[in-house]
């Protein structure tokens, strides 16, 4: 079993930045797949951004060239840094871990970003 412990979240105004952290625990974190997905109540879940072995990223085109995933190794963490986030970023962000690419097996509780117009 992996644990996930997301942190960082809060209200911003729109053109604002924030970063989230997630911590992992119960695996050996290099050898894990991170991502960060986000939820607006009535909708779907959205992927937002994942990081792989060799430190290969993946984006949803909404958030390429404004959001950063990284991940520190020794410290159990995966970030995403978010920068001139938009209203329509607005939503629950849950930090995921997988083994396979792009299959996420354990999920966060989530952390709440807002928005502000």
């Known amino acids: 079993q992996v644990q996930l412990v997301e942190s960082g979240g809060g209200l911003v105004q729109a053109g604002g930045s924030l970063r989230l952290s997630c911590v992992a625990s119960?695996?050996?974190?290099?050898?894990?797949?991170m991502g960060w997905f986000r939820q607006v109540p009535g909708k779907e879940r959205e992927f937002v951004a994942s990081i792989w072995s060799g430190s290969t990223t993946y984006y949803v085109d909404s958030v390429k060239g404004r959001f950063t995933i990284s991940r520190d190794n020794a410290k159990n963490t995966v970030y995403l840094q978010m920068l001139t986030l938009k209203p329509e970023d607005t939503a629950v962000y849950c930090c995921?871990?997988?083994?396979?690419?792009?299959?996420?097996?354990?999920w966060g509780q989530g952390t709440q970003v807002t928005v502000s117009s």
């Open positions: 119960g695996r050996t974190f290099s050898n894990l797949g």
């Open positions: 995921a871990a997988g083994t396979m690419v792009q299959v996420f097996d354990y």
